[in-house]
């Protein structure tokens, strides 16, 4: 199994692909390392999360040499996952103790128990960040894991072996196996207690579905967005369209809060928001991950070459190319193309790309804008960009997304809020704050320091 930066065709890291009967034994050590964990108290179990951020720390620059040379990304955001999973720590610490903690009074307690072996699968766009993510509130819950990175970014997932051991985790507890489909299917077979993924809609409704009639198998899916950004009028058309720009073409379109739908007014300030946007992708730097850029490469030609025949596809369809999108290798100057009135499909594209529709005042001006953006399966997030206060109150609660940023690119997201949203963005578990949620189960008990005969009814 080899792994090659997208830009330079190197190979950054190899080693050997994960068989069945390696996940097999995989499963078996986290099964066999369970009772034990999940019984260590959780003074111990933090400390060992707080040596996993100082190990984060102090690993920081080869976390982000590895992300950048696995899928491009330039070294500046790299490093800027890297600092996220360190902080991640603190986070799921105070969520685990607010949101999953015990407690007890004199006549009732409250417990929260681990679920036993947890699966992780890593997605490539944030090979570190987002299964640290899982990674770290299950281990703070108590269970014990088999993590799969994302075989486009293998080099990343291999790292995580040494956070492991600087942390201290006993042996069993955090097991990596390295692969491709086969490996991930041969873990989604074995004897797991949950499911925590992140990646797209097509695999999360498969592991959906495999999963059916399996109610003991606690799944956590974040499966991404087609996410809208609503402009209505702003005195700041540079503002506006700044953080239309950031919202589509940040990490060169590859996260999954990033706007691919972009809703403005008909008239001249929908025409000078998009002029802004036009000026800024003709000066965008993109480049080498080492130089000053704003973007690198998508993660490889395979899915730069899939990004240009989705365009083409709009095209095809009545789309009017504002900016086409221009292709080197797996380097790719933003895209921007109108489709106002065009029925294009309901898909998440994973590239720096976005899609316009205008909608006049008699069209139905804000409602009509609300109801494009929520004309789509998924949830995930959506914004508003508008100086009006009232029609931010008016706006969000008819927004049928999980996350919905006001002034702010949709990509911004807190880690002390939960993450995730309706639809084919997710099975309602979201992540980030929320991952106690479905890292423990409650165990409640009522109590008495001796035996007291219940109260029966007389007959």
Not at 340 to 364: C, K, W, Y
């Amino acid at each position: 199994m080899k792994s090659t930066n997208p830009i330079t065709g190197e190979v950054v890291w190899e080693g050997s692909e994960a068989s069945a009967s390696d996940v097999t034994a995989a499963v078996a050590r986290a099964r066999n390392a369970f009772h034990s964990f999940s019984l260590t108290p959780l003074s111990e179990r933090i400390a060992m999360m707080e040596r996993w951020a100082e190990a984060v720390t102090a690993r920081k620059e080869e976390i982000a040499r590895a992300i950048s040379d696995a899928i491009g990304k330039p070294m500046w955001e790299a490093r800027t996952e890297a600092g996220a999973m360190a902080a991640k720590v603190g986070h799921s610490i105070r969520a685990q103790a607010e949101r999953a903690g015990d407690r007890a009074d004199a006549a009732t307690s409250l417990h929260h128990r681990p679920h036993g072996v947890m699966a992780v699968f890593g997605p490539f766009n944030f090979p570190g960040h987002l299964p640290n993510g899982h990674i770290v509130p299950a281990l703070l819950a108590g269970n014990t894991i088999v993590f799969k990175p994302s075989e486009l970014a293998p080099g990343v997932g291999a790292i995580f072996a040494k956070l492991a051991q600087a942390a201290g985790l006993p042996d069993g507890v955090l097991n990596i196996v390295q692969g491709g489909r086969e490996t991930g299917a041969a873990l989604l077979d074995a004897d797991i207690n949950g499911l925590l993924f992140t990646g797209s809609a097509a695999t999360g409704t498969y592991f959906h579905k495999h999963f059916a009639g399996r109610p003991n198998v606690i799944l956590a899916l974040e499966m991404g967005g087609n996410n809208p950004l609503i402009i209505h009028d702003a005195d700041d058309v540079d503002a506006a369209a700044d953080i239309a720009f950031v919202s589509a073409y940040i990490s060169a379109g590859q996260r999954c809060s990033c706007a691919r739908r972009l809703i403005l007014p008909s008239g001249a300030f929908g025409d000078a928001v998009l002029e802004r946007i036009q000026q800024r992708i003709a000066a965008v730097a993109i480049g080498a991950p080492d130089e000053d850029v704003f973007m690198g490469s998508v993660v490889s030609e395979r899915a730069a070459e899939q990004a240009v025949a989705f365009e083409a596809e709009l095209a095809r369809l009545g789309g009017r190319s504002l900016v086409e999108l221009q292709r080197d290798g797996a380097f790719l100057r933003p895209g921007l193309m109108d489709v106002t009135g065009v029925e294009v499909p309901d898909e998440e594209i994973f590239a720096p790309f976005l899609q316009v529709h205008r909608v006049s005042e008699d069209e139905g001006g804000i409602d009509a804008q609300i109801a494009l953006a929520n004309a789509t399966q998924f949830g995930l997030a959506a914004g508003l960009v508008s100086d009006d206060v009232a029609l931010w109150d008016y706006t969000r609660p008819r927004l049928r997304a999980g996350i919905v940023n006001w002034n702010k690119p949709t990509t911004g997201a807190a880690s002390s809020m939960p993450f995730g949203g309706p639809g084919l963005s997710g099975n309602f578990r979201p992540g980030a704050y929320y991952a106690a949620d479905y890292c423990a189960w409650p165990q409640a008990s009522q109590i008495a320091d001796a035996p007291v005969s219940p109260v029966l009814p007389n007959f």
